[in-house]
């Protein structure tokens, strides 16, 4: 069994300021990490995916993640944040080897972007 | 549509009655996912299937929830004797292929009220 934790519920910032949302994970078995957006009146879309290789992934539209095994973290991060990058942001995960598909979620970090 | 259809968006109900949820996959997508996400939550798997049948349905809370697929395209959700504890927004996503990579397309929700 897998778990996934977010310890920031919310994150205020101001516009073209850097910001890092966490996540930690938990699992017996390897994984693959992913992070989810949903801005408001939408649905949940991929925002970026680590499986294998390099691990720092990228997004296109500037945000990043990088793999810490050690850490068994998957930090997102942006340089600079626009007021359209409001949204909830949800860290997930899912087995590797067992082949089970469902994804696991943390508990969101809901990024306000301030003017 | 080209997206995952729900319907419907928003289910009030009383404490005791039946209700059905309705996902429209993506045309083409073999796997269909159905979450719960309650408030201040990240979602919570329910059941996976691929094609017709149930592959994993071990996130079922108990035997009054219940999802068919019967031509392996639309999927219902199935919620019997509805207590308060089942208000939530009820997701559903698809994908392509047998990999689990994660890139799951979800539709919007339909948001349960049970009163």
């Known amino acids: 069994a897998q778990s996934v934790t977010q310890l920031d519920s919310q994150v205020p910032v101001f516009e073209e300021a850097p910001v890092e949302l966490r996540c930690n994970y938990s699992s017996s078995v390897s994984v693959y990490l992913f992070w989810y957006v949903q801005y408001p009146n939408q649905g949940l879309q991929l925002l970026l995916k680590?499986?294998?290789?390099?691990?720092l992934v990228e997004s296109i539209n500037g945000f990043e993640a990088e793999f810490n095994k050690s850490q068994t973290s998957f930090h997102l991060r942006k340089p600079s944040v626009h007021i359209s990058d409001t949204a909830e942001y949800f860290c997930a995960v899912s087995e590797v080897t067992t082949g089970r598909r469902a994804l696991t979620f943390g508990s969101g970090t809901r990024l306000q972007v301030q003017p | 549509g080209a997206g995952v259809s729900q319907t419907p968006s928003n289910k009030v109900t009383e404490k005791g009655k039946y209700v059905e949820l309705r996902c429209d996959p993506i045309?083409?997508?073999?796997?269909l996912y159905w979450y719960r996400q309650s408030l201040g939550q990240g979602p919570e798997f329910l059941i996976y299937f691929q094609g017709t049948g149930a592959a994993d349905d071990s996130g079922l809370p108990n035997d009054r929830f219940f999802a068919v697929r019967p031509e392996g395209s639309v999927s219902t959700l199935k919620i019997q004797r509805t207590e308060r504890g089942d208000s939530a927004v009820y997701l559903c996503a698809s994908s392509a292929g047998l990999a689990n990579t994660g890139e799951l397309f979800f539709g919007e929700g339909s948001r349960l009220t049970v009163l």
């Open positions: 045309s083409g997508h073999t796997a």
């Open positions: 680590y499986l294998s290789g390099s691990t």
